[in-house]
T-cell receptor, first 119, second 114 residues
Framework: GAVVSQHPSRVICKSGTSVKIECRSLDFQATTMFWYRQFPKKSLMLMATSNEGSKATYEQGVEKDKFLINHASLTLSTLTVTSAHPEDSSFYIC???????????????FGPGTRLTVL | GNSVTQMEGPVTLSEEAFLTINCTYTATGYPSLFWYVQYPGEGLQLLLKATKADDKGSNKGFEATYRKETTSFHLEKGSVQVSDSAVYFCALIRRGGGSEKLVFGKGTKLTVNP
């Protein structure tokens, strides 16, 4: 089946530093990838949608200068949290859509998530 | 707006017990409905789906029926196993602005004891 990986799985950083999270589709090409943020005991919140080769579309309230998204290839999207602060600590999850298998349902395949802790 | 409300957890059951996790939705138009499962340490996996009213999604013994009249998509399983312990998310896809975006409920953690 379609597999999506994320790296790193866990990262701890100091306040003010930048952190890059990678999302890879391992056995399919993903024209569209999504980035979500999950708070404890709350649902996944869509942050942005990225299409390969174009600028990401951010959801309302998400700072595009804070959360930089790059989708330079059909198998890799990156999320960079710039000048991280403790309030950015969260669980970040990516997903990818394979246009050849998703069909009408547009199924998304999810990565295992990255736990970011900002001290 | 579009939203999903699912029952608060955690839910703790004994093996072979009957499971129901309630899910209701608010949406404009006719959304597609999903249940995702997240096993410990893994990413979300699609468990089942339904695209229109009265559709029944089923997989691994789990079932959910798209009820338009009650705007519900409750998840059921007749006999749970320890291996079903996970977090379950109800979700819908809303369509608009040329894109399709998943809207999730808060998740319900299920623990099944031997």
């Amino acid at each position: 089946g379609a597999v999506v990986s994320q790296h790193p799985s866990r990262v701890i950083c100091k306040s003010g530093t930048s952190v890059k999270i990678e999302c890879r589709s391992l056995d399919f090409q993903a024209t569209t990838m999504f980035w979500y943020r999950q708070f404890p005991k709350k649902s996944l919140m869509l942050m942005a949608t990225s299409n390969e080769g174009s600028k990401a579309t951010y959801e309302q309230g998400v700072e595009k200068d804070k959360f930089l998204i790059n989708h330079a290839s059909l198998t890799l999207s990156t999320l960079t949290v710039t000048s991280a602060h403790p309030e950015d600590s969260s669980f970040y999850i990516c997903s990818a859509r394979d246009p050849w298998t998703s069909g009408r349902m547009n199924e998304q395949f999810f990565g295992p998530g990255t736990r970011l802790t900002v001290l | 707006g579009n939203s999903v409300t699912q029952m608060e957890g955690p839910v703790t059951l004994s093996e072979e017990a009957f499971l129901t996790i309630n899910c209701t939705y608010t949406a404009t138009g006719y959304p597609s409905l999903f249940w995702y499962v997240q096993y410990p340490g893994e990413g979300l996996q699609l468990l089942l789906k339904a695209t229109k009213a009265d559709d029944k999604g089923s997989n691994k013994g789990f079932e959910a029926t798209y009820r338009k009249e009650t705007t519900s998509f409750h998840l059921e399983k007749g006999s749970v196993q320890v291996s079903d312990s996970a977090v379950y998310f109800c979700a819908l896809i809303r369509r608009g602005g040329g894109s399709e975006k998943l809207v999730f409920g808060k998740g319900t953690k299920l623990t099944v004891n031997p």
